[in-house]
């Protein structure tokens, strides 16, 4: 009995010390990256200004399927400029589909990779006239492409898929520029 303890707590202080060791490497990668984009970065969050938008970014647990979840991160930028108040951008998935059986209206823009990708609510006026802009329509088609995007109050949300540190550079970038394009600035 006290070997099958001894060896209990063996398996568990090598499953915790691997833990450790790979948050640690997750530390590390965006701790540069951080440093890399000029972000703060303090207990798994980002925080700063990247070419004047403020990133916030924060490990959180992502559901993947029913049993099955994973830490990623979140991203957030704030939307700003001619972006219209009230604006909420969601993946279209089947929840939205069977939301839309039920009344609740999206914005179609007659783009078809757009309007079947994304559901689009607010103003209509105000919406149908930001996404006219050509630099609007080709961020709602990148939103579209990647999948991982949204727009909640004001704020463009962007959690990658893929581990929490994996090619977090380039989401950030990605994140920002897709921001500014949506806010009606220079991407």
């Given at each position: 009995?006290?070997e099958?303890?001894i060896?209990?707590?063996?398996?568990?202080?090598?499953?915790?010390?691997?833990?450790?060791?790979?948050?640690?490497?997750?530390?590390?990668?965006?701790?540069?990256v951080?440093?890399?984009?000029?972000?703060?970065?303090?207990?798994?969050?980002?925080?700063?200004?990247?070419?004047?938008?403020?990133?916030?970014?924060?490990?959180?647990?992502?559901?993947?399927?029913?049993?099955?979840?994973?830490?990623?991160?979140?991203?957030?930028?704030?939307?700003?400029?001619i972006?219209?108040?009230?604006?909420?951008?969601?993946?279209?998935?089947?929840?939205?589909?069977?939301?839309?059986?039920?009344?609740?209206?999206?914005?179609?823009?007659?783009?078809?990779?757009?309007?079947?990708?994304?559901?689009?609510?607010?103003p209509?006026?105000?919406?149908?006239?930001?996404?006219?802009?050509?630099?609007?329509?080709?961020?709602?088609?990148?939103?579209?492409?990647?999948?991982?995007?949204?727009?909640?109050?004001?704020?463009?949300?962007?959690?990658?898929?893929?581990?929490?540190?994996?090619?977090?550079e380039?989401?950030?970038?990605?994140?920002?520029?897709?921001?500014?394009?949506?806010?009606?600035?220079n991407?």
């Amino acid at each position: 009995m006290l070997e099958f303890l001894i060896a209990c707590g063996l398996m568990l202080a090598l499953g915790v010390g691997a833990y450790l060791y790979l948050r640690g490497e997750e530390n590390e990668i965006t701790a540069n990256v951080a440093a890399k984009l000029g972000l703060d970065h303090h207990d798994g969050e980002l925080t700063g200004t990247y070419r004047g938008l403020l990133v916030k970014g924060r490990r959180v647990q992502h559901r993947r399927r029913l049993n099955e979840s994973v830490e990623l991160y979140q991203l957030s930028v704030p939307l700003r400029g001619i972006a219209p108040g009230g604006l909420a951008i969601r993946r279209e998935g089947l929840t939205q589909k069977v939301t839309k059986l039920v009344g609740v209206k999206d914005i179609q823009l007659h783009i078809p990779e757009i309007d079947d990708a994304l559901l689009i609510q607010g103003p209509r006026s105000e919406v149908k006239e930001w996404a006219a802009q050509p630099t609007v329509r080709e961020a709602l088609a990148a939103m579209a492409d990647a999948g991982t995007y949204s727009v909640e109050t004001g704020q463009l949300l962007c959690i990658p898929d893929g581990g929490p540190d994996e090619e977090l550079e380039e989401h950030i970038k990605e994140l920002v520029a897709i921001g500014l394009a949506l806010s009606g600035e220079n991407a």
